[in-house]
């Protein structure tokens, strides 16, 4: 009797202890991720041009406050994936001044990396054949669909975001870098009166043997001629340790272009000490957006 007992005591703390060890040898749950941050005052979309293109497109709002009587004043950012954040969050800080009464307007691709090799066919005209030595590795790529790009953001694009905010039509700006800067003297010289405001950061003029000459060329000869009526102003921000695209082309271009201010044509040059290629667009930020918006 006492032998049973013991045996029925010994095998019900058995029967217990077991399912304890098997759940204490299952691994432990791995911890969850902690959320992203999301940008506050912004939204996010995917958008398709009339060419099948795929673009994400960010913007930046103002939170509170009713807009102005006109519509808010807008600043078309190249490479948003890249450039959106810097120019959005110094919006939102200054909020409660004019320069933030405002929408800033990321144009980028679906990914999250900070460049996407898609800019090189919309920000570029053909590449030359054979390529020239330094653009030799990008011969793989396609390139020269610009025009297709800019008909993207001056139709579909600007009448979408037209159509979900309150806008001013009348104070488009657009900001590029690198071959973003090359493509706004494109659009500057082919759609002079597109924007209210073009800023070319370290614009890649050397592309293609300089051909964006010829294109400079022709609109002064038109500007000359009085055949363009309104134009766009232009900024050129450029960064004294650029060593990818030299600054000092870009400082003639400025001089070139001023001497037609007498046609209406207003050209800023700013270079930045200690900048280079990449800190650029980051270091000129502010002075972008009060060119972009305080100056009418």
Known sequence: MNMSWTKLVAVTALAIAIPAVSASAEPPAPPQSPPGYTMPST????MTSDTGEVYRIFVSFPGEGEPPADGYPVLYVLDGNASFASFAETRRLQEFYAVGKSIIVGVGYPTDKTYDVRRLNDLTPPLLDPAPTQWRGLAKYESGGRKEFLDFLTGKLRTEIGRRYKTDPERQALFGHSLGGLFGLYALYSRPDAFHSII???PSIEWNHQGVLSEERAFTSQLENGKIGRTSR???VVGDLDVDDDPEPARA?????????????RVRFTRYEHEGHMSVPARSVTDVLRFAFEIR
């Open 253 to 265: 271009l400025a001089d070139r272009l001023d001497r037609f201010s007498d046609r209406g044509l």
């Open 43 to 46: 939204h996010m979309w995917d």
């Open 200 to 202: 070319a950061a370290s």
């Open 234 to 236: 232009l900024m050129i």
